[in-house]
């Protein structure tokens, strides 16, 4: 009697990957959103877990809010974030960058998770209505048992 190989072989497990975004700045969201959205051009199966100022990138509008903070003493300056914000965009748009909601959308059609942290949420005291379409919660020990088996697992 001939066995079904599909029945007898186990399937192997897509590999996977997850990052970590914790900042609401411009140079916070870009790199897990370019990452993972890599990722799933690779066939892996990609998320992205939201945490701390973070999990505003996620938030309804949110995206709108995002501003690059120059490094050192400049950031500190009054005015400069705002200046950096508007030069970075400006590097971003003439390397033909798309915008970060823009990249959240391709993110999400290309099938990148994006997970909110649970500790996160209940510390702003946020509600699902606060997030955009498609955002999971998850605790930290969920993120943890599933970045166990990553294959790539960053804090960018």
């Known amino acids: 009697m001939d066995k079904n190989p599909k029945e007898t072989t186990p399937q192997p ?28 051009r690779q066939g892996m199966e990609a998320a992205i877990f939201f945490t701390f100022m ?8 949110g995206t709108k809010n995002l ?15 705002s200046m950096a914000t508007g030069m970075m965009k400006k590097k971003i748009e003439n390397a033909g960058i798309p915008e970060v909601e823009d990249m959240m959308d391709m993110a999400q059609a290309e ?15 946020l509600k699902e ?17 599933h970045a166990r088996n990553c294959k790539i697992s960053m804090f960018t």
Request: negative net charge; proline residues 6%.
């Open 54 to 61: 973070g999990i505003n990138v996620i938030r309804k509008g």
């Open 67 to 81: 501003k690059f903070y120059p490094p050192g003493f400049l950031g500190a300056i009054p005015g400069m974030p």
């Open 111 to 125: 099938g990148v998770k994006f997970v909110g942290c649970r500790m996160t949420v209940d510390m702003m005291e």
């Open 129 to 145: 209505d606060d997030f955009i379409d498609g955002v999971e919660i998850w605790t930290a020990e969920d993120f943890i048992k």
């Open 13 to 40: 497990q897509k590999e996977s990957a997850a990052f970590i975004c914790s900042r609401d700045t411009l140079d916070g969201a870009y790199p897990s959103l370019l990452l993972a959205t890599n990722a799933r």
